[in-house]
Every structure is written in C-alpha cells, then in structure tokens.
C-alpha cells in the first residue's frame, strides 16, 4: 500500500506561479510512474502532467504545456508540480497519483491506470 500526501496549492492571481508537492510512502518510489491530474467543478477529470518510472519521462496535457513542469525526487519519495502562468482555468482540484512501472505512454496519460492517489489540493485562479 502506498500513500500519497500532497502539499502546496492556494489562491494565487491570474499569471502567478504555485508549487505542488506529493510525498509519497513507498519503499521503492522510483520504481512507481507518478501523474497529476485535475477536476474542475462539473467537468472530468483531466491529465496534467506524469513522469515515468525509469527513463523519467515526462508528458503534458496540451492545455498546461510549456508552463507546467513536473519533476521528482527520488532521495525524497516526492514528486513536484511547478505551474507558471497560471489561467482561470487551471482552477481545479489537483490530485497526485502513482501507479508502478507503468511505462506506457498512452497509459500514463489515463487516470485508470494509476492505483493509488493523494488527497487532492484546491487551487484557486483569481482573474
């Protein structure tokens, strides 16, 4: 069983930056693919970003390439989400997820496929 404890969020202005932290507690974190997704009131959740297991891969959702950049780090359990820019939009609920050695570049991008997820953090666009 792996848990997953999210940090950071808030209330930020229209072209702000925040930070999202997920620690995660796994024996073996980089052997886990780690994802953020989203959920706006009334919509789907929605893929943001992931990062692979082991070429650490990174993918994006189209609507937050080029100001969101995932990363980990492996010594720290912990996997970040650094959003610049930010829009109205980005408004949502943000939720970390893990799910091992999935590798797959269609599957990394599905919230299907991950087995385990953090507690969720609001984030708050202000325009």
């Known amino acids: 069983q792996v848990q997953l404890v999210q940090s950071g969020g808030g209330l930020v202005q229209t072209g702000g930056s925040l930070r999202l932290s997920c620690a995660a507690s796994?024996?073996?974190?980089?052997?886990?693919?780690m994802g953020w997704f989203r959920q706006a009131p009334g919509k789907e959740r929605e893929f943001v970003a992931t990062?692979?297991?082991?070429?650490?891969?990174?993918y994006y959702g189209d609507s937050v390439k080029g100001r969101f950049t995932i990363s980990r780090d492996n010594a720290k359990n912990t996997v970040y989400l650094q959003m610049n820019s930010l829009k109205p939009e980005d408004t949502a609920v943000y939720y970390c997820?893990?799910?091992?050695?999935?590798?797959?570049?269609?599957?990394?991008?599905?919230?299907?496929?991950?087995?385990?997820w953090g507690q969720g953090t609001q984030v708050t666009v202000s325009s």
């Open positions: 997820a893990a799910r091992e050695r999935l590798g797959n570049r269609i599957y990394v991008q599905n919230s299907r496929y991950y087995d385990y």
């Open positions: 796994a024996r073996s974190f980089n052997a886990y693919t």
């Open positions: 990062i692979t297991w082991n070429l650490e891969n990174t």
